[in-house]
C-alpha cells in the first residue's frame, strides 16, 4: 500500500537526450520511441497516470508515439516545440514556439494541453514575461519553476508549493525540493534522482505530503536507456568526457528506482491535482518575483 493519501504527481518530459542535452540543432533519433515505450510498461505496471510534458518536434516526427501515450490515459502537456531555453528567447518568438506546440498535439490528438513545462525549467528571473504569455495562450498551469539557487536555472525566492503568479492567473506548480539548513535542494528527479541516494527523494516526498501538500517528480524517458551514451559513441557521436559520464552514470538503478517509487506512494495527474487546490482555494498568489520586462 503507499505510505501516504495525498496523490503526487510523476511527470516525464518527453524529449530525446541528444536533442535535449547536446543541442536543440541535433536531430531526433528513433530511441525516443523505445524508451517512451518502455516507460508506458513501468507506468502500466503500477496503475500509475503520469503527465507528459511533450516537446512539439517529438510530436512531428513520431506521431504514433505520442498517441500510445494518449491512448493508455495519460495527461497530454506542451514541452514548447523545438527546446530552446525560455530565456534565450524574445517573448514573440517563445509565444510562437509554444503556440507551435499546441496546434501539433491538437492535430495529433484533438487535445488541448491544459499545463506546460519549460525546456530545462528555463522560466527564471531572466524570463518571468513567460507566465503572462502562457496564460494568454490558454494554458492554467505551469511547472516550469525549480526554486532553488541552480548554476543555469531556478528562482530561490519563489514558494516552494503550487501559487499562483502576481502576473497572470497562471498557476505554477513547482519542482519538489527537500528543505536542508535553510535551503532548497533538488532531489526529486532527473539526474538529481539518478546519482542521489534513492531513500533522499522518498524522504523528501513523505516531508512534503506531512505537510498537506503533493509533490512533483519529473523523468525523461532516456534516463531509463542504460547503453545510449556508448551505442551513440560508437556510432560516431562526438560527446564531451564529462557529458557522457555525468549522463550515463547509474541510468542502470534507474527502473528500480521507479518501481519503489510507485509502489510506496499515490500518483494522479497535474490537471486533475491542480483541480482540486483550486476548487479547495488553497493557491494563493505568489509574492512578486522580480520585474518582469515588457512583454512583446
Same mark, same amino acid.
Given at each position: 500500500? /503507499?505510505?501516504?493519501?495525498?496523490?503526487?504527481?510523476?511527470?516525464?518530459?518527453?524529449?530525446?537526450?541528444?536533442?535535449?542535452?547536446?543541442?536543440?540543432? !541535433?536531430?531526433?533519433?528513433?530511441? !525516443?520511441?523505445?524508451?517512451?515505450?518502455?516507460?508506458?510498461?513501468?507506468? &502500466?505496471?503500477?496503475?500509475?497516470?503520469? *503527465?507528459?510534458?511533450?516537446?512539439? @518536434?517529438?510530436?512531428? @516526427?513520431?506521431?504514433?508515439?505520442?498517441?500510445?501515450?494518449?491512448?493508455? +490515459?495519460?495527461?497530454?502537456?506542451?514541452?514548447?516545440?523545438?527546446?530552446?531555453?525560455?530565456?534565450?528567447?524574445?517573448?514573440?518568438?517563445?509565444?510562437?514556439?509554444?503556440?507551435?506546440?499546441?496546434?501539433?498535439?491538437?492535430?495529433?490528438?484533438?487535445?488541448?494541453? $491544459?499545463?506546460?513545462?519549460?525546456?530545462?525549467?528555463?522560466? *527564471?528571473? =531572466?524570463?518571468?514575461?513567460?507566465?503572462?504569455?502562457?496564460?494568454?495562450?490558454?494554458? *492554467?498551469?505551469?511547472?516550469?519553476?525549480?526554486?532553488?539557487?541552480?548554476?543555469?536555472? +531556478?528562482?530561490?525566492?519563489?514558494?516552494?508549493?503550487?501559487?499562483?503568479?502576481?502576473?497572470?492567473? #497562471?498557476? %505554477?506548480?513547482?519542482?519538489?525540493?527537500? =528543505?536542508?539548513?535553510?535551503?532548497?535542494? /533538488?532531489?526529486?528527479?532527473?539526474?538529481?534522482?539518478?546519482?542521489?541516494?534513492?531513500?533522499?527523494?522518498?524522504? &523528501?516526498?513523505?516531508?512534503?505530503? &506531512?505537510?498537506?501538500?503533493?509533490?512533483?517528480?519529473?523523468?525523461?524517458?532516456?534516463?531509463?536507456?542504460?547503453?545510449? $551514451?556508448?551505442?551513440? =559513441?560508437?556510432?560516431?557521436? %562526438?560527446?564531451?568526457?564529462?557529458?557522457?559520464?555525468?549522463?550515463? #552514470?547509474?541510468? +542502470?538503478?534507474?527502473?528500480?528506482?521507479?518501481? *519503489?517509487?510507485?509502489?510506496?506512494?499515490?500518483?494522479?495527474?497535474?490537471?486533475?491535482?491542480?483541480?482540486? #487546490?483550486?476548487?479547495?482555494?488553497?493557491?494563493? /498568489?505568489?509574492?512578486?518575483? +522580480?520585474?518582469?520586462?515588457?512583454?512583446?
Amino acid at each position: 500500500m /503507499p505510505s501516504a493519501a495525498i496523490p503526487n504527481c510523476f511527470s516525464i518530459d518527453l524529449e530525446d537526450w541528444a536533442q535535449s542535452t547536446l543541442s536543440p540543432a !541535433v536531430p531526433l533519433t528513433e530511441r !525516443v520511441v523505445a524508451n517512451t515505450q518502455r516507460m508506458l510498461d513501468l507506468l &502500466a505496471e503500477r496503475r500509475v497516470r503520469a *503527465t507528459f510534458f511533450i516537446l512539439g @518536434k517529438v510530436v512531428e @516526427k513520431f506521431p504514433a508515439t505520442i498517441r500510445a501515450v494518449h491512448a493508455a +490515459g495519460h495527461e497530454i502537456a506542451s514541452h514548447g516545440y523545438g527546446h530552446d531555453l525560455v530565456f534565450n528567447l524574445e517573448p514573440r518568438t517563445f509565444r510562437d514556439d509554444v503556440r507551435r506546440s499546441i496546434d501539433l498535439l491538437g492535430d495529433c490528438l484533438g487535445v488541448r494541453p $491544459l499545463g506546460y513545462r519549460a525546456p530545462a525549467f528555463s522560466i *527564471t528571473a =531572466r524570463s518571468l514575461w513567460a507566465p503572462p504569455i502562457l496564460a494568454e495562450l490558454g494554458f *492554467t498551469y505551469s511547472s516550469s519553476v525549480f526554486p532553488f539557487a541552480g548554476r543555469r536555472y +531556478g528562482i530561490p525566492e519563489a514558494p516552494r508549493f503550487p501559487f499562483r503568479w502576481n502576473s497572470c492567473d #497562471l498557476v %505554477e506548480f513547482p519542482m519538489t525540493t527537500a =528543505r536542508w539548513l535553510g535551503r532548497n535542494l /533538488p532531489v526529486c528527479g532527473g539526474g538529481y534522482f539518478r546519482l542521489l541516494p534513492g531513500w533522499l527523494a522518498r524522504a &523528501a516526498i513523505r516531508s512534503v505530503n &506531512a505537510e498537506g501538500q503533493p509533490a512533483v517528480i519529473y523523468m525523461h524517458p532516456y534516463e531509463i536507456d542504460v547503453h545510449e $551514451l556508448r551505442e551513440l =559513441r560508437a556510432a560516431g557521436w %562526438e560527446i564531451p568526457p564529462r557529458t557522457y559520464l555525468m549522463q550515463s #552514470l547509474f541510468r +542502470g538503478r534507474m527502473e528500480g528506482r521507479l518501481r *519503489t517509487l510507485f509502489r510506496r506512494f499515490e500518483f494522479d495527474t497535474l490537471d486533475r491535482i491542480v483541480e482540486r #487546490l483550486r476548487a479547495a482555494g488553497t493557491i494563493a /498568489p505568489a509574492p512578486a518575483i +522580480g520585474a518582469p520586462s515588457a512583454l512583446a
